[in-house]
């Protein structure tokens, strides 16, 4: 059966292009501090801005779907089963979304198959396009669609809408598949062509996230984790663990009656910690050699983003996370420090997996002093923005350090890469995480949530993070204390990221060999931050290595 069977999609006046009033979101740092229990400001206040922006989804314009209505035939000369306005609207926002913000270029065709072709699997339909048609294969038989001549959204949501109801009323399999379920899978046949970073989340799923933000507890503290259980980093003064008796340095052994060892991963045991508000964690601890019970109210945790201190003669600040905040605490951190004289800082950044992205632009616009911070680009990678630093030090020229490790992604990747490629100071510790991509977030008009990479950003040099990371000057992974010891000390320091640089620039590079050069490691160690702090107190070795670097704010 061949035809036309639709009109021709009347375009309002002002045609409506794709602008889901999205706002950029950090999803991936999101479901991670989900997964604690911990009600973060950053997830407080960017959550609440999506949602504030995208209000219930993105609603179908009055001219929009006056036009879709217009452009369905007919119930009495219709030939085929006509589907709903917003069947089609829904996809086509989808294709859309893809179309006009997806860091890599697909024609609207590619992507209305991609879904149709996942649906299509679920009854044994076969789908392929050729010569301006889309032809279907299976139960109910052979069916020919006329594509749409152009690459409008819209258009090509309404023919995925036609075919999607040609494959409901012609396969019982299909039917019994719930609509939300249907739409699931074509939503996952668009999300198949992009990258891992790029989601859809339907209804239920995107509301059990925001409940999970919002509606659920944490302890309060902040953890490492070792063979026979884990150890209280910090405990968040006021918070249920503080109220509870926990302190820094304990060793829980057990939650909910359940043994905690270093084989558990670390997303069960965080499970095991959080839960609804008002639920009691029953807790096992060891304390100077004394086993100690404690109950512990979870409650919602609003973790500071940033902590400092002097150790000796080094200012030291650990961010736990890039929130509207972090700039106003920094700059106030800053200038307690800066009362004790320190002759060093450090900078560390371990589990720190980002936020806001202009957020991290501030403060190395704070402490760069002068200099490219950030290069970024959208879909045209060669058409690329710097952002450039104001001649400005809060910290006065002295000895700065930035500790990584393969927890510390996005934002945190921004900060390291400034300082490092502006030779500013020097990074430590492991290789970060990579995720040098944007992400834009928004609520779909079925209430499901659809995330797109929207574009890429790179170190001042103009060397890519996204999959690489950030290597650090001097790694720390897998080296005995004493031999990184002697490559501070040494005439000729190993830079690690000279060596992963000069990979990088090869045609043939390897991606495993570019961070096996320092491999990232996921766990907070105490071992790693000494190093950190012995460099830092040692002014002549860190100047021979930032000396031995330079190099690195050229190398592409």
Request: charged share 20%.
């Amino acid at each position: 059966m061949v035809g036309t069977y639709f009109k021709d999609l009347l375009m309002p006046a002002n045609p409506f292009r794709f602008d889901p009033r999205a706002v950029p979101l950090m999803l991936g740092s999101l479901l991670m501090l989900a997964l604690t229990g911990c009600d973060s400001q950053m997830v407080t206040a960017r959550f609440a801005e999506a949602q504030a922006q995208s209000s219930s989804g993105i609603i179908m314009p009055d001219e929009v779907r006056a036009a879709l209505e217009e452009a369905l035939p007919p119930a009495d000369e219709a030939t085929r089963p006509i589907p709903d306005a917003d069947e089609a609207f829904l996809y086509g926002v989808g294709i859309g979304a893809i179309q006009e913000l997806y860091i890599e270029s697909y024609h609207p065709r590619e992507i209305a198959m991609a879904g149709l072709e996942r649906l299509g699997d679920q009854a044994d339909f076969s789908l392929s396009s050729a010569n301006g048609q889309t032809v279907i294969e299976g139960p109910g038989g052979k069916a020919t669609f006329d594509e749409p001549v152009g690459d409008y959204y819209l258009e090509w949501g309404l023919h995925s809408a036609f075919i999607a109801m040609h494959m409901l009323t012609s396969s019982e399999r299909i039917r019994r598949i719930p609509k939300t379920q249907r739409e699931s899978f074509i939503f996952e046949g668009y999300m198949g062509l992009l990258d891992g970073f790029s989601i859809y989340l339907p209804a239920a799923e995107a509301e059990m996230l925001r409940d999970d933000v919002f509606g659920f507890g944490g302890l309060g503290i902040l953890i490492a984790y070792e063979e026979n259980g884990i150890r209280v980093r910090e405990v968040i003064v006021g918070g249920p663990a503080d109220q509870a008796g926990l302190m820094k340095g304990d060793l829980l052994t057990h939650i909910g009656g359940r043994r905690i060892t270093g084989r558990m991963s670390e997303d069960f045991v965080l499970g095991l910690l959080r839960g609804p508000v008002g639920s009691t964690a029953r807790v096992m601890i060891q304390r100077d050699g004394k086993t100690l019970r404690r109950a512990v109210i979870r409650e919602i945790v609003a973790l500071p983003s940033l902590r400092g201190e002097m150790v000796g003669d080094v200012a030291v600040i650990q961010m736990a996370v890039f929130s509207e905040q972090s700039t106003a605490e920094f700059m106030s951190l800053v200038q307690d420090l800066r009362e004790e004289h320190p002759e060093s800082w450090l900078i560390d950044l371990r589990e720190n997996p980002g936020g806001l992205k202009t957020v991290a632009q501030e403060i190395a616009d704070l402490v760069v002093g002068e200099g490219p911070i950030l290069v970024s680009a959208g879909r045209d990678v060669d058409n690329k923005s710097t952002v450039t630093a104001a001649p400005n030090d809060v910290l006065l020229g002295a000895p700065l350090l930035v500790l990584i490790n393969g927890n510390s992604a996005s934002a945190s990747e921004i900060l390291a890469s400034a300082i490092q490629d502006n030779g500013r100071g020097i990074v430590v510790g492991s290789t970060s995480f990579g995720k040098g991509s944007i992400q834009t977030s928004f609520d779909l008009p079925n209430g499901a949530l659809m995330t797109v990479t929207s574009g890429a950003f790179f170190a001042p040099s103009g060397a890519p993070l996204n999959k690489t990371g950030v290597t650090p000057n001097i790694c720390f992974t897998d080296r005995k204390t004493g031999k990184v010891i002697d490559d501070f000390r040494g005439e000729s320091p190993d830079i690690a990221a000279l060596r992963a640089r000069a990979l990088l620039a090869r045609d043939s590079a390897d991606m495993d060999d570019y961070r096996n050069v320092c491999p990232p490691t996921e766990r907070y160690t105490e071992d790693d931050a000494d190093l950190a702090l012995e460099l830092a107190q040692n002014v002549e070795a860190y100047h021979r290595i930032l000396s031995a670097s330079a190099s690195l704010s050229s190398l592409r």
